[in-house]
């Protein structure tokens, strides 16, 4: 299934998040794509506290991963921006991550994607003139129906 969505503002952009929150239950990989200032943390902020959450969501440029406790379980959100080589991305534990069941929101997927776990979800966030389209994706809905249009 494919959605878009045009949003003009951060809370239009937190809402699509909350609202997508209610889909998504762990285990789980997503992936967010999307340039820089696009959005992605945003979204991401929308999403924790649509989980039940109300800790303070930062973005983890700098610390790689930061991670939440929610009503859906433990999510874990990494920004692969900064980072280089495949030991990198193995540093990170995505198999640990996965085994623990937990969500993980992967922020410049682009970066690793041949090391990363295949997504149940993929997110790209756009800029389209002064706003922004956001492309939400369900993989889990592609895979096991792909006539499936999201319509009962």
């Known amino acids: 299934m494919i959605r878009q969505i045009i949003v003009s503002t951060p809370c239009e952009m937190e809402a699509v998040g909350y609202e997508l929150a209610g ?3 762990a ?4 992936h967010l794509k999307g340039d820089l200032g696009a959005g992605k943390t945003t979204l991401v ?3 924790i506290s649509g989980m039940g959450s109300q800790s303070r969501v930062v973005s983890p440029t700098y610390t790689l991963v930061e991670e939440y406790q929610t009503s859906k379980g433990e999510v874990h959100h990494l920004d692969l921006y900064r980072i280089k080589t495949a030991e990198e991305v193995e540093s990170l534990g995505f198999r640990d ?7 993980i929101l ?5 970066r690793a994607e ?9 997110i ?7 706003r922004r ?3 939400i994706k369900d993989i889990t809905l592609s895979v096991e129906n792909p006539h499936h249009d999201g319509n009962p």
């Open 27 to 30: 285990p789980c990989t997503v």
């Open 133 to 135: 389209k956001v492309t």
């Open 106 to 110: 992967i922020e410049w997927p682009e």
């Open 45 to 47: 902020k929308g999403m």
């Open 114 to 122: 041949d090391l990363l776990p295949r997504p149940e979800w993929k």
């Open 97 to 103: 991550r996965l085994a623990m069941g937990c969500i």
């Open 124 to 130: 790209e966030i756009e800029y389209f003139e002064n």
């Open 23 to 25: 889909q998504i239950s």
